[in-house]
């Protein structure tokens, strides 16, 4: 909603006929004289888990419609592959606790500040920022590991593929990497900074530069429980915080864990032998002495 604003608003009605989106809504109520309660999921493309978008109206719901719209959503959400969904909710919100007997569990926590930006250029020789390339894949995937606790990585992962936020150097190593969501209302912003970098405020600025055009547009950045350290210097930016909203998910699907024997027994023939991966030793040996038909055999086999 930050970025696209009311989802009952035309532009937002808009953005669902991009199919990438998948966006599924539904209704639910408990009889005929009851208000509807509707609610909204969003599978996007790429992403392992859904995303709980809205539930109208706010306040004054249907507990019984509420737990099966949320359960019927959960449903079709697992139907166009997803495994799980996630939902961000105010801790002093109704819904908070109905979330939570609809099989809904916390991992983190995060506060949405809004930016003091208002399209003021950077000159380019103080870009800190750069497009993240291929090759920055693999340290941006370790940045995240090191900095997200397990929790958190479980319910939200870094999406499978290519990159494309931004990344911070600091000694020719990635420092700092964000995800942007652009929309016809805002930017939202999704940070991973490592709490070893220098001048934190005046790269947060730098950001300014690379948003253009705002277009009169806001510009949101979320703090997650994992990176609280941002408070502080957001604050010193006057950036303004939103209540403490609590992260939540609903596993769709559970790991099974798979023993090594299992495994080796995949690989068995009918005779019960297992069939090897890698060559066998002498067929290694003769491709050496082939390359060395010129050297007395008996040396070269001692040499093996």
């Known amino acids: 909603m930050l970025t696209r604003g009311s989802p009952l608003e035309l532009t937002a009605f808009l953005s ?27 599978c996007a493309e790429g992403r392992r888990n859904a995303r709980l978008t809205f539930v109208y109206p706010d306040g004054d719901l249907d507990s019984l419609a509420l737990a099966a719209l949320l359960d019927g959503l ?18 002093l919100a109704p819904i908070f606790e109905t979330l939570r007997r609809s099989g809904y ?46 929790l958190a990585q479980a319910a939200d992962p870094l999406p499978p593929g290519r990159l494309y936020g931004l990344v911070y150097r600091e000694n020719d190593q990635i420092q700092a990497y964000i995800e942007s969501t652009y929309g016809p209302e805002g930017i939202y912003l999704r ?21 253009l055009p ?8 979320t703090v997650r429980s994992h990176q609280s350290w941002l408070e ?51 067929s290694t040996q003769k491709l050496v002495e082939k390359d060395l038909s010129g050297v007395n055999h008996s040396s070269q086999r001692e040499d093996i």
């Open 232 to 282: 502080n210097p957001l604050v010193a930016m006057n950036a303004l915080a939103t209540e403490r909203q609590a992260l939540m998910v609903k596993h769709l699907a559970s790991v099974q864990r798979k023993p090594l024997l299992s495994v080796a027994r995949s690989m068995m023939d009918d005779t019960g032998i297992v069939e090897p991966t890698i060559p066998p030793i002498r």
């Open 74 to 91: 959960a449903q079709q959400a697992g139907l166009a592959g997803s495994f799980g969904v996630l939902a961000e909710v105010d801790e």
């Open 16 to 42: 669902h006929i991009d199919l990438r989106n998948g966006v599924i809504t539904a209704a639910a109520q408990t009889d005929r004289s009851s208000k509807p309660v509707l609610g909204q999921i969003r």
């Open 105 to 150: 569990a916390v991992y983190g926590w995060q506060r949405i500040y809004l930016l003091p930006f208002q399209g003021k250029d950077v000159p380019e020789d103080e870009h800190q920022w750069f497009f993240a390339a291929p090759e920055d894949e693999i340290p941006i995937r370790q940045l995240f590991q090191s900095l997200v606790p397990p």
């Open 214 to 221: 705002l277009l009169d547009r806001k510009v949101y950045l």
């Open 191 to 211: 940070p991973l900074i490592h709490p070893n970098v220098v001048n934190i405020q005046a790269l947060l600025r730098s950001l300014e530069g690379l948003l």
